[in-house]
């Protein structure tokens, strides 16, 4: 059974550069058909789909976020990373890595990560 673990700092300052891993176990990253995603939930509001790295290495990402965001991906470590720039307030949320089959849908979660944005 894969599982997900996400990793990174708890606490981010404005305009700053967020930096999420998800490591993965129990199932590589480069498996065919897998979609490996960025989701995250603010405070008070519902999942955002934020992009998603397949397992051949090609990224997508959400129109209102593609600007600001990167995934990137290390297959010796089986772990793909989410950098957000630009932080803001608006970004603190819940932060969660997924499996899925396709982009933007999810069969395996991590179990999230805190992140707040404040000087």
């Known amino acids: 059974q894969v599982q997900l673990q996400e990793s990174g700092p708890g606490l981010v300052k404005p305009s700053q550069t967020l930096s999420l891993t998800c490591a993965v176990s129990g199932g590589s990253i480069t498996s065919n058909p897998w979609y490996w995603s960025w989701i995250r939930q603010p405070p008070g509001k519902g999942l955002e789909w934020m992009g998603a790295i397949r397992y051949s290495g090609n990224t997508y990402y959400s129109p209102s976020l593609k600007r600001r965001t990167s995934i990137s991906r290390d297959t010796s470590k089986n772990q793909f990373t989410l950098q957000l720039s630009s932080v803001t307030p608006e970004d603190t949320a819940v932060y969660y890595c997924?499996?899925?089959?396709?982009?933007?849908?999810?069969?395996?979660w991590g179990q999230g990560t805190q992140v707040t944005v404040s000087s």
């Open positions: 997924a499996r899925g089959g396709g982009v933007a849908t999810y069969d395996s």
